[in-house]
């Protein structure tokens, strides 16, 4: 590469090119800082969460009530399961998909929303548009954490992956119906789709 101070003129420039440089050199560690942060944050990935909240949304706490956080044989049968499953991680026995999502259940299970958000994101990132278990249960969590317009769009984003699947319908449904119940409209649109699923003629 050629060496930028081969061009420069023989007058004291110093201050002037050592100032450009300069910046770029503070703007790389900048985002060599933002780089790290996000691989610890996805265990090291540098991509951001495939689903961020909705714009002006915030969860105020991430911890559920947890079944399974007592101190005792059900955490410790919880923490054991999120280990067995990491250990099958990548090792093509099971689909990522499925062992994200079962890993997220765990964490659920513990109480731990932010955990359990992080490994439904990994989820998303194998597999976003075909298969809707994830998008299903971010919807589930986001809903219990009061994020409610990120919860809907995930809900639509389950029966969008696969629509014939009646279960996403109905859970979209009765999230409408206890959350939203002012958006007529979504839950008119909604009940009109199921009840136009063959699925759902065929169920009944």
Do not use: C
């Amino acid at each position: 590469m050629e060496n930028p101070a081969e061009n420069v003129s023989t007058e004291d420039t110093s201050l002037a090119t050592s100032s450009p440089w300069r910046n770029i050199a503070l703007g790389a560690a900048a985002l060599i800082i933002l780089g790290l942060g996000a691989w610890w944050m996805w265990g090291g990935s540098s991509s951001q969460h495939p689903f961020p909240l909705q714009p002006g949304e915030r969860v105020a706490s991430w911890e559920l009530e947890g079944s399974h956080n007592d101190d005792g044989e059900l955490e410790a049968g919880a923490r054991a399961e999120i280990a067995r499953l990491e250990g099958m991680l990548g090792k093509g026995e099971e689909p990522d998909y499925i062992l994200y999502v079962g890993i997220a259940n765990q964490h659920h299970l513990l109480g731990d929303g932010k955990k359990e958000y992080e490994y439904l994101g990994r989820a998303l990132t194998e597999d976003a548009d075909k298969t809707g278990l994830a998008w299903h249960n971010m919807g589930q969590l986001l809903a219990r954490l009061g994020a409610l317009e990120s919860a809907k769009v995930a809900f639509e984003n389950a029966i969008q992956a696969e629509s014939h699947i009646i279960q996403y319908h109905r859970a979209y449904i009765d999230f409408l119906r206890w959350y939203m119940p002012e958006d007529t409209e979504a839950l008119t649109a909604a009940q009109e789709t199921l009840s136009a699923s063959p699925e759902e003629s065929n169920f009944e």
